[in-house]
């Protein structure tokens, strides 16, 4: 079964993640110019997708992303292979690709896929 639904939920972990992102979006916020004010409303933006994605992630049975990982360790090097061939240069590194509305890191997304991939390996 993929999705354990209910099951007990370590409250304490939620709430030290929003409190954290509450106080990042607090002092962005606080730094005063109309710049800084636009970043803040992004970041609490993004910490709403992140908090339901941390949700819907808490769901899923682990054992899924097990049988999945040499998949998507292929999708993950894809993803840095695209880098290469079209990504966006900031501070004299690729690491970027922008997608219109956001840039997307494809590295961070890979690092999650490269530890279920060796954790795949090694227990095989």
Do not use: C, H
């Not at 993929?2 to 939620?14: A, E, G, H, N, Q």
């Not at 992102?21 to 710049?35: D, E, Y």
């Not at 819907?56 to 292929?74: C, E, G, N, P, S």
């Amino acid at each position: 079964m993929i999705v354990r639904f209910p099951r007990p939920i370590d409250w304490s972990l939620y709430l030290g993640a929003i409190a954290l992102q509450i106080f990042g979006i607090a002092v962005i916020a606080s730094l005063g110019s109309t710049s800084r004010t636009e970043l803040a409303v992004n970041q609490a933006i993004f910490t709403i997708i992140g908090v339901l994605l941390m949700i819907v992630l808490t769901l899923l049975d682990y054992r899924t992303f097990k049988a999945i990982a040499y998949y998507l360790y292929i999708v993950g090097v894809i993803g840095l292979l695209i880098v290469l061939a079209v990504g966006s240069k900031v501070f004299g590194a690729t690491r970027w690709i922008d997608l219109g509305l956001f840039q997307f890191q494809p590295s961070e997304l890979f690092k999650p896929i490269l530890a279920m991939g060796l954790a795949k390996l090694l227990t095989e």
